[in-house]
């Protein structure tokens, strides 16, 4: 059979109304890596036109030409590098003048009242009272900058016009934090105004969890413990902890990954139908299914989890250091970089089904992927056939690198005697669409611009989210175990029999 042509994806989507979108920490990673790429993205796709007008603040000293040519160098550099290794294309050096024409910049301190009178002044020049305050700022600014904003009255929403926040992570570095953030934010705006982002909410295929699950009949009928044995998420990493040790020190994998990607990904998998596609019924759902993980004592959450960390090895044929090696990290650091995880959720539909989770740095492979065992065929009827065990059905939903689903079935092999083959049925979103580079903040801009909030966290998902981390973070206080694995290994042997004890083993990795 031939293989599918890819078809242009035809987006209904209209273009975002006029507003200012103010980048508070300009000058950071976050701004040129991802969200210039991707504002560069929409202006191509044609969602945010001349009238979105953006406004880097930060205190560096830097005119508005320095600061787009800072930006420009940048996104030219990385388009030309992605250029070099496959067939996108370069920097189209008019489409960027396009964008580049309405960037601006304003030299100030989040904590000085100068920089919010600006940034005042910038709003009442822009011809429209839309604006939307991007905080890529470090997390101790989140609650300041906040206050400062609402001291200032630039929280105010005038009839017909709208003021919005977004918040990067981390959000807090526990419940108790967590918990303090809400109630700092909450205090000077409403919760249609906040638009916490979770990255992994930006990616297509997770997204299209949703639509699988809910537009396809078929899906719902085995959705549940009657059929679904197990659940595995995996967020494996090549990288390591990169320039971010001092960071990371005091994150570690499961602060960084759990409560937020990973249960994203859960939840996309767990919740029940919402009533609608609309922010209320989508976090709503989202939100009881996290609440519904059960909280494990001490002991169960020491024996229930595990944790790792990077020694020197190999990744893609190159030698790495070890964690303890890395720029800003202690030589005694007993932080994790890997953890593996089994939580139960504590509902109808996912009563003893375990879910396993893993995350770690310096893996084998780069790859991020939900897999869905089922539980396998009755075995009788196979008996006299000399087949000794049934293999179970899987769904691989792939999120990252490749992004696509597929279904792992039992064939027969051709030939006289009946024996059986695990085959695939797939999709793979490549094959089938024609996808534009992005870097999955395009959905999250736009949305936050149109003010969809589905895509985004509410307070009370956030709370769920550490609620649910905080037994393990309890368990391990003081220094729990942690496993040596080498770089270029898929974790520590101990996740191999958190899995193995229960007589399962790990989807193994791309
Ligand atoms: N980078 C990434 O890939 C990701 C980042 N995030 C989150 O995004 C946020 C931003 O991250 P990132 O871009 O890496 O951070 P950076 O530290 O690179 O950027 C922060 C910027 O704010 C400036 N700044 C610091 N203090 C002040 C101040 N008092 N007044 C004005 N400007 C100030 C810094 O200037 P200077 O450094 O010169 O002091 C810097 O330019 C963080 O919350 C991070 O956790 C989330 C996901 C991915
Ligand atoms: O938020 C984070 O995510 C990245 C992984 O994101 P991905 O889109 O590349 O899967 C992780 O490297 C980083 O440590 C973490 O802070």
New binding site residues.
Partial sequence: MAKPKATKTQSTATKAPAATLFLF???????Q??LTPALYNLTRDGLVGADLKIVG????SVTDDAFRDKLANFVRAQAAKKAAKSDSQPLDEALWQKLAKRISYIE????EDATYEAVAERIRESGTGNAVFYL????R?FSVVVERLGKSGLLKENEGSFRRVVI???FGHDLASARELNAQILAVMDERQIFRID?YLGKETVQNILVSRFSNALFESFWNNHYIDHVQITAAETVGVEDRGS?YETTGALRDMVPNHLFQLLAMVAMEPPAAFGADAVRGEKAKVIGAIRPPTPAQARANSVRGQYRAGTVNGEKVPGYKSEPRVARSSTTETYVALKVMVDNWRWAGVPFYLRTGKRMSVRDTEIVIYFKPAPYAQFRNLGIDRMMPNYLVIQIQPDEGMWLAIQAKRPGPTVEMETVQLGFSYADVFEMQPSTGYETLIYDCLIGDQTLFQRADNIENGWAAVQPFLDAWAGGGTVEPYAAGKDGPTAADDLLGRDGRSWHSLA
Avoid: C, Y
């Avoid at 603040?57 to 560096?60: E, I, K, P, S, Y």
């Avoid at 890529?136 to 997390?139: F, I, L, V, Y």
């Fill in positions: 920490g300009a000058h950071g990673d976050l701004v890596r991802l603040v930060d205190h560096n100030g301190d989040f904590l890529a700022t470090s997390p600014f990067e992570k981390p990255h960071f």
